[in-house]
């Protein structure tokens, strides 16, 4: 149960990142991108704009494996509880029968 909970904040917080890198990026080259384009920069605004693609392709990643993984860690509910069982029971006890109103009723002899 502690690393089903452990991977869905995992997976919550890649979602936030993730969201959060496509929101600066600019498709046409703008964004965030755009802001550092001085000349005497480091990074330039192509080497920002590939860190930010590179960026978005390795979160992906990471949501989809983190996505597999908790499928492989997800608590599975092998214990009937009795509240379960009483559920069922009133369940079978209260059921009526299903009536059929699109064929017509049978002619007795």
Do not use: H
């Not at 990142?17 to 600066?24: T, Y």
């Not at 009133?90 to 017509?104: G, L, R």
Request: aromatic share 8%.
């Amino acid at each position: 149960m502690n690393g089903f909970i452990f991977v869905s904040v995992l997976i919550l917080i890649s979602c936030v990142l993730m969201i959060l890198v496509v929101l600066v990026q600019n498709s046409k080259g703008g964004g965030l991108a755009s802001n550092f384009s001085s000349s005497n920069q480091y990074m330039g605004v192509r080497k920002t704009a590939d860190f930010l693609e590179k960026f978005t392709w390795s979160l992906a990643v990471a949501l989809l494996v983190l996505s597999l993984m908790s499928t492989a860690i997800i608590p599975r509910g092998s214990k009937k509880g009795a509240a379960d069982t009483e559920l069922r029971q009133n369940i079978d006890e209260n059921a009526q029968p299903v009536q059929d109103f699109q064929t017509p009723p049978k002619e007795e002899k």
